[in-house]
């Protein structure tokens, strides 16, 4: 099984053809592994080389495939495992072409090396995110096992001095037909090393898939169940001792002065480390820490945002949006065809600071010695938690060990390195290991956040009530230019305006532009759909809009203007026929609906949603139509729609961050609320089958579900929804 393998470690767009060359120089090298086996190493995409010559136990690979002789197949894996299903639909590529089951495959974690794993969706950067993985593995993990199969294949073909053509893989083995002879990979597996690399081979045909577009039980259900996965929060080193900490409540604030007498006295407590804006308390278990963090008395130096409060930055993104920002997209000229307008509509729109509040929170354990550093996390960003450990600890990278692990929840926030910062300073006042563990109010207050989104948004219309003009401005953070520098460039970053550009309707005039404004006193981060989560909410809304001032049925006006995007239209045309759009409803009941092009899917909602006369409002039901190219793992993406969803629904809910006096007011899930279970809707997810490329759909839920939700409360209310969460009294129906 997967999980028992990474458990055993833990402790210590574009259609795709099915005839692609694959180069031998520049992909891949094979040789013989020890114990006899074929180590088979590849170049992925994320590579910025080819595989290199390492020592006897064969080659150091980017992404490598291991056949031992023992028949076990290894495959290390550059991605890591958050919910979303990773460790198991890239085993099915490599299980498909290589004709094995895909249980015969393992997976481990990959140790961080960016030269090794750099990601060039993610701008060179080891990373897992942006809904990507199978995206940037889908060809070359193929290839991978494709050649491997033909070495072996051919490895037995030279033992039975046979013709290769003669002979086929089947189930793990190598059997001649003509003769009924068979032999399985692990016997094989010193001779195939020796053989020749293939230049080229043709993959398989979809037609001839056994395991892509198939559903696949999740291989680490089992141990996640059973508690046997390895979480970064489940290490435990000889020795370890548990901390929890305080940070400066407002950021950018210092530790005055501790009084930590009565913490000392706490049974368990074994240390207090006093950092320049956190104080931590180290101690044998939870417990005890988080009892002597209670009884710390500390005087904290605010700093200069002491007085900041969410309402000043939103004064400053309103002002920005007044003035131009660099022009992410132009078509035509919105100004003409504005002025020759028989109908104006415009709008503005805002949505909230959000913090991930992931299941597992924040954690890390490390052990600072004099020679060197051991890190035991759940990171999305592998190489830089490494570079971090080591700039902090003031070792050299390769003195610092980083063993990576199962996350539960990453949604952007894992990444980040800030984490793995504070465990290595407050480590390295300890002897020995130490796990720090942030408290759920630590975890909420002290989070980075999705940034507040300001928008002016305003569009023409002739005299059908067809859009001939669309302005769009908007003002808000841009995470690329602190997280990828080199992707953000004349003002602007693909994360910041995707969903508010290239959308899929026709629109003959149109002009985008972005205002950058970093918000003084909070941090900002990725939030599981990023850009889309804001841009699909204001676009998919005021096209609501439009539609509404055109006297025009919602769904009936998107058609009208698909005919150059038909996997658009296909996707919303189904949503909108399996939702049974247009049957009539109860009172205060609506439906809404959402389309989208984002992380190279296309993908339409309808919400159901009922709205009391007190103004609570119920999700009922979501209907999904999705076309995310070729599918490797349909139960995955359904799956995922789902997880978005609910994780969307509850931004359109419940979610908010704000500041009053340069602090956090939300500390725990009482006060920043989850989607309950009571309120989880009904949700379908109807896949589109297409012969392109895989598109990503981690994400993608979440953006396309928020719009669908305001649009249904306008159907059901007549109130339009346009700053973020709702707001109950807002929806009250009057007495």
């Known amino acids: 099984m997967i999980l028992d393998h990474i458990a055993s470690h833990a402790a210590g767009p574009g259609r795709s053809s099915s005839t692609n060359v694959l180069s031998r120089r520049k992909l891949l090298q094979a040789g013989a592994a020890a114990g006899g086996g074929l180590l088979l190493s590849l170049s992925l995409p994320f590579s910025n080389g080819v595989a290199e010559t390492a020592d006897a136990d064969g080659f150091a690979p980017n992404a490598f495939i291991r056949i031992a002789g023992d028949g076990r197949i290894v495959l290390t894996m550059p991605y890591v495992e958050m919910g979303q299903g990773t460790y198991t639909s890239i085993p099915m590529l490599i299980a498909e072409e290589l004709e094995v089951d895909l249980k015969q495959v393992q997976v481990e974690h990959a140790p961080p090396n960016e030269k090794l794993y750099g990601n060039p969706l993610l701008g060179g950067l080891q990373a897992t995110g942006n809904s990507n993985a199978v995206r940037a593995a889908w060809q070359p993990l193929r290839q991978a096992g494709a050649i491997a199969r033909t070495m072996l294949v051919s490895a037995a073909a030279k033992r039975w001095n046979v013709d290769p053509a003669s002979c086929r893989a089947q189930s793990g083995e190598v059997l001649h037909a003509p003769t009924g002879r068979r032999i399985g990979y692990g016997a094989l597996a010193a001779d195939a090393a020796r053989m020749p690399v293939p230049e080229s081979v043709v993959l398989k045909r979809p037609v001839d898939f056994k395991l892509i577009g198939t559903p696949a039980k999740r291989l680490d259900a089992p141990a996640k169940v059973n508690g046997t996965a390895v979480y970064g929060i489940d290490v435990r080193p000889p020795g370890v001792k548990i901390a929890t900490l305080a940070q400066s409540p407002v950021f950018g604030g210092r ?82 065809a504005m002025a020759n307008a028989v109908t104006k509509v415009e709008a503005i729109y805002q949505v909230p600071f959000l913090a991930h509040a992931t299941l597992e929170p924040m954690n890390c354990t490390v052990h600072v010695r004099k020679d060197g550093c051991e890190v035991w996390v759940g990171s999305q960003v592998m190489a830089r938690a490494q570079a971090a450990a080591a700039t902090t600890a003031g070792l050299p990278l390769d003195k610092v060990v980083v063993h990576n692990h199962l996350i539960g929840g990453g949604f952007g926030r894992r990444l980040e390195i800030d984490g793995v910062i504070r465990a290595v ?102 939030w599981r759909s990023v850009g889309p989560s804001h841009n699909v909410f204001v676009t998919e809304s005021f096209m609501d809009e439009l539609a509404a001032a055109a006297k025009q049925d919602a769904v009936a006006y998107r058609l009208a203007l698909l005919d150059k995007t038909p996997r658009a239209k296909a996707v919303l045309a189904l949503a909108a026929e399996k939702a049974g759009w247009g049957r009539p409803l109860p009172e205060r009941v609506g439906r809404g609906v959402s389309l989208q092009f984002a992380f190279a899917s296309y993908m339409a909602q309808v919400a159901e949603v009922e709205v009391s006369k007190d103004g609570t409002v119920r999700v009922r039901r979501v209907v999904c139509a999705v076309d995310c190219g070729t599918v490797v793992n349909p139960d995955t993406v359904q799956a995922q729609i789902q997880s978005a969803v609910m994780f969307g629904i509850t931004a359109v809910l419940h979610g908010e961050i704000t500041l009053k006096d340069g602090r956090v007011e939300q500390t725990n899930f009482d006060s920043y609320q989850i989607l309950r279970m009571n309120e989880a809707p009904a949700v379908e997810v109807h896949i589109v089958q297409s012969p392109e490329s895989p598109g990503g759909m981690g994400e993608a839920g979440t953006s396309a579900i928020v719009p669908a939700v305001t649009n249904a409360i306008f159907a059901a209310t007549g109130k339009r929804v346009r700053k973020l969460p709702i707001d109950a009294t807002a929806l009250k129906q009057p007495a």
């Open 255 to 336: 530790v005055k002065s501790v009084d930590d007498a009565a913490a000392k006295a706490v049974k368990g407590v074994r240390q207090i480390v006093r950092l320049d804006d956190a104080v931590a308390v180290v101690a044998d278990h939870m417990g005890a820490a988080k009892k002597g963090l209670a009884a710390l008395v500390i005087e904290w130096d605010a700093g200069p945002h002491a007085k900041l409060n969410t309402n000043e930055i939103v004064r400053e993104l309103e002002k920005a949006t007044l003035d131009s920002g660099a022009v992410a997209q132009s078509i035509g000229n919105t100004d003409t």
């Open 425 to 526: 300073e407050i480590a390295k006042h300890v002897d020995g290991p130490v796990k720090v563990v942030w408290t759920r109010e630590e975890d909420i207050q002290h989070d980075m956040y999705r940034p507040y989104f300001f928008d002016r948004i305003s569009a023409g219309l002739d005299d059908k009530g067809m859009p001939v003009a669309w302005n769009h401005r908007f003002a808000g953070s841009s995470i690329i230019s602190r997280w990828a520098p080199p992707l953000f460039n004349n003002g602007l970053d693909p994360d910041t305006t995707e969903g508010a550009i290239d959308l899929v309707y026709a629109l003959p005039n149109m002009h985008v532009e972005y205002v950058r404004v970093e918000p003084p006193g909070i941090p900002t981060a990725f």
